[in-house]
């Protein structure tokens, strides 16, 4: 599985911006997609956004109801949209997708500044 990111690139404060990710490859019909972002203090990554092919979605704590996944099963992409971005997210934003392996994107860059 390959997955193509897109979207990332500087907005102000309060901004919003879409990111997309683009799954190819062998694709069961069976997977979760979605984004997690780089934590700086630990250098692991956090939860952003996932959704399944069944539509479960979770968002991480900090979303407050600021950001919303969708996917295109077509296409098998994922749309992320944030709104209201803080400072605080200027982060590397990458694209996930697990069925019964797990793939990480290169990440995109998110900066978020005046």
């Known amino acids: 599985v390959q997955l193509v990111e897109s979207g990332g690139g500087l907005v102000q404060p309060g901004g919003s911006l879409r990111l997309s990710c683009k799954a190819s490859?062998?694709?069961?019909?069976?997977?979760?997609m979605g984004w997690y972002r780089q934590v700086p203090d630990n250098g692991g990554r956090e939860l952003v956004a996932?959704?399944?092919?069944?539509?479960?979605?979770q968002y991480g704590d900090f979303v407050n109801d600021r950001f919303i996944i969708s996917r295109d099963g077509a296409k098998n992409t994922v749309h992320l949209e944030m709104k209201n971005l803080g400072p605080g997210e200027t982060q590397v934003y990458y694209c996930?997708?697990?069925?019964?392996?797990?793939?990480w994107g290169q990440g995109t860059q998110v900066n978020v500044s005046s």
């Open positions: 996930h997708f697990r069925n019964r392996s797990e793939y």
């Open positions: 996932t959704i399944t092919t069944t539509d479960f979605i």
């Open positions: 490859g062998v694709i069961s019909l069976v997977y979760v």
